[in-house]
């Protein structure tokens, strides 16, 4: 039950993108097609599950067994570059279509603040091996659900007649600001 | 002693994951074919689509992996052909080909079309071809939204003052993102050299394409018969109720359209430029011929 609750929590009530408003240069800069944000989604994901993964073991086995739990920021950094140049090398071998497609934002889910977040935030709140999983996959799917919706409304928003001085960037940051008020319905949820 | 034993700490988790990615990379090594990157650097990189393939880089793929023809790319042209070909080491032949331009086969521009009114919807051609809501009435001829022109990746077509798309043929590279765009398929591309055509694309019976457009083809025949008379019966034919120059080896020539009730069969319509780079290949022809002796 508690990862159940963790897993909704992270995915809908405190949805990363639209609640804590961490890893919004992806979510604006990769949502104008929705494959290519599906997929930047999934890439995502993988990241942050692997790397709360990772981080909770260095944190326990590591910063907190030599009482250096202050090293936390520097190594998780570590842990992420490390880890998105592993999902590269991955992606650029088993799916080369993906990794084109991603282009030059694979690369750049390194300064995706959203998973330092995650570590941050598993480390903060002390969440279990098996939590602290749950919450990173859940951490990724909002993400990725954020990205789809908003790059849903983007490609409806191409073909609709929008008065000049909101074309373009003006019209998406208005869509991401009343999708963050629609998210906030959520946060009645768990409570209940 | 403390800031040692951090430093200690990073160094030690910095060389374990740089030992991971070590092995991460060479299990995932991924060989890239040297001539394929130097094959995409010649290559013009802006992704028209003209050679077939979807970007610059798939046709270099293509040409390193499959061996795909070295001469596809209409943009880079001869220079480019030449260079492909060196670095995978083939022969070109040295014959240059004839350069293709888009040519647009409508000429009912604001002045000869009837216009009932005025569209407002998407500006878009095919969203006012699919909506069936065009200010033009003809409906075969051009919407005059300038779809081509936005599809365009080369700025080489652009709308008349008169509301009819216009070629560049100095730009024009013959990509065919512009003939993909037309909802109406009044774009088509032809040897630049092989100007006269029936621009005209209507399958109207003659009694109602002459009430909506001036210049339509109303399918008299009269150029269908001056080139029978000419023995040349080939080179136009009627195709339903539109004259039609027929390409290869396209030996319609322009008096047939001398009597040409509409205009339609005319020479050098809708493209700006046509000389100057009839000029160009002309000069280019010479040199490499007197380069060949």
Redesign the interface.
């Known amino acids: 039950m508690t990862y159940l609750l963790v897993l909704i929590a992270a995915i809908v009530v405190n949805n990363f993108v639209l609640t804590y408003f961490v890893g919004i240069c992806p979510f604006i800069g990769v949502s104008k097609k929705l494959d290519s944000a599906l997929s930047m989604g999934i890439a995502v994901t993988f990241v942050m599950t692997l790397t709360s993964i990772v981080t909770w073991l260095i944190t326990h086995f590591i910063l907190i067994k030599l009482n250096m739990p202050y090293l936390e920021y520097v190594a998780y950094i570590v842990v992420i570059a490390s880890l998105v140049q592993f999902v590269e090398m991955f992606i650029k071998k088993t799916l080369p279509s993906l990794y084109k497609a991603l282009g030059i934002f694979l690369p750049l889910i390194t300064t995706n603040c959203a998973i330092l977040f995650v570590a941050l935030l598993q480390a903060m709140r002390s969440y279990g091996f098996l939590e602290s999983i749950v919450f990173g996959f859940g951490a990724g799917v909002g993400f990725t659900l954020a990205i789809v919706i908003m790059a849903g409304i983007r490609e409806q928003l191409e073909l609709s007649d929008i008065p000049r001085p909101f074309q373009g960037a003006a019209v998406t940051l208005v869509t991401a600001g009343v999708l963050a008020l629609a998210f906030m319905g959520f946060s009645g949820l768990l409570s209940a | 002693m403390?800031i040692v034993?951090?430093a200690a700490?990073?160094g030690l988790?910095?060389l374990a994951?740089?030992i991971?990615?070590v092995i991460?990379?060479t299990r995932?090594?991924?060989e890239v074919d040297p001539r394929i990157s130097k094959i995409e650097e010649n290559l013009p990189g802006v992704n028209c689509g003209g050679c077939g393939y979807p970007s610059c880089?798939a046709y270099a793929e293509a040409v390193g992996k499959e061996g795909a023809p070295v001469d596809l790319c209409v943009v880079g042209g001869e220079d480019t052909s030449r260079t492909v070909a060196r670095i995978m080491g083939v022969q070109v032949s040295d014959e240059l080909k004839e350069k293709l331009i888009a040519v647009v086969f409508c000429q009912g521009d604001s002045e000869a079309s009837a216009f009932p009114g005025d569209y407002e919807g998407?500006p878009d051609c095919a969203a006012a071809v699919y909506s069936q809501d065009v200010a033009k009435r003809c409906k075969y001829g051009c919407v005059g939204l300038g779809s081509c022109v936005k599809a365009c990746p080369f700025d080489a077509i652009h709308l008349s003052p008169t509301g009819i798309p216009f070629v560049d043929a100095e730009k024009c590279t013959a990509c065919g993102k512009c003939v993909a765009a037309c909802p109406r398929d009044l774009i088509e591309l032809h040897p630049i050299s092989h100007d006269t055509l029936v621009y005209c694309k209507s399958q109207d019976p003659g009694v109602i394409a002459r009430k909506i457009c001036k210049k339509a083809c109303i399918a008299c025949g009269i150029c269908v018969k001056a080139a029978e008379k000419d023995e040349n019966g080939d080179s136009v034919r009627m195709k339903g109720n539109l004259a039609v120059v027929t390409p290869e080896p396209y030996s319609a020539k322009p008096e047939y359209g001398e009597k040409c009730p509409t205009d339609c069969y005319a020479t050098d319509r809708n493209v700006v430029n046509r000389r100057k780079v009839l000029d160009q290949q002309k000069a280019r022809n010479e040199a490499s011929a007197s380069v060949a002796r």
Request: charged share 0%.
């Open positions: 403390t034993l951090a700490l990073m988790i910095g994951f740089s991971f990615l991460a990379n995932f090594a991924v880089s998407i």
